[in-house]
């Protein structure tokens, strides 16, 4: 039988969600919690793999258990006994054939920068970039880089078959806190910071907008800058 979870966690706190050795990890949290409770050696498969200091609103993971189990019981366990920085939001039984991650119809990511004074509370949730983007620009930015594109030159990945995406970035502004918002079906490794980071450099007349067609052209990462911190990314949305 085949389990759903939907978790949140402070990414601050963990060296990314995909299990390592010798570091603490969301997924090596989760699968030791569950095998203890379940006394079996319990691997699971999430919807994504977030990187180190990302965190998420909406996570989600499947695992496979041969007995039916009280879901409401087994979310209270797990978060007994997790340290308070996951949070197992609930658990369902879902079909076999479902797959945490090949049935995700899209997914939405939220990256949060502050343009406003600098705010030590925040500064490992918010980026404290502190200068104001201008919006002629960032509309502008936003038109050239969403859509389909080959996304290879803001990626680290170097063995994908396909480097295509479809994105849609549309954002918000409030109380000088800048909301982008990204949706596509699935995103490259370091994808959405790499983007970020180019936008800040070209507000910083480090690049220029003229220069995004040459990045895509060149499909090299090495056309970019420093990738913008992963502490203000956060998984939002999974939609099944």
């Not at 983007?133 to 930015?141: A, S, T």
Request: overall charge positive.
């Amino acid at each position: 039988m085949r389990y759903l979870v939907n978790l949140s966690y402070n990414g601050n706190k963990y060296f990314g969600y995909q299990i390592q050795n010798n570091n603490i990890t969301v997924e090596g949290e989760i699968e030791k919690v569950l095998s203890q409770i379940l006394n079996s050696n319990i691997n699971t498969i999430a919807s994504s793999r977030t990187d180190k200091g990302v965190h998420a609103i909406n996570q989600y993971c499947h695992f496979d258990y041969d007995k039916v189990l009280d879901t409401k019981k087994l979310t209270h366990s797990m978060n007994s006994m997790l340290d308070g920085n996951i949070y197992i939001k609930s658990i369902k039984k879902v079909n076999d054939d479902f797959h945490a991650r090949f049935s995700v119809k899209y997914k939405e990511y939220i990256y949060k920068i502050n343009m406003g004074e600098y705010n030590p509370i925040e500064k490992d949730y918010v980026l404290q970039y502190n200068k104001e983007i201008n919006k002629e620009l960032l509309d502008n930015f936003i038109s050239q880089i969403s859509g389909k594109h080959d996304y290879r030159s803001f990626t680290s990945d170097k063995d994908k078959d396909n480097y295509e995406r479809e994105v849609v970035i549309d954002y918000k502004i409030d109380n000088n806190i800048l909301y982008l918002r990204f949706y596509s079906t699935g995103f490259l490794r370091y994808m959405i910071r790499n983007i970020v980071g180019l936008l800040l450099e070209i507000n910083d007349g480090k690049k220029k907008l003229d220069d995004i067609k040459f990045i895509f052209d060149s499909k090299n990462r090495c056309s970019l800058g420093i990738p913008a911190d992963g502490c203000a990314l956060y998984l939002n949305k999974v939609i099944y």
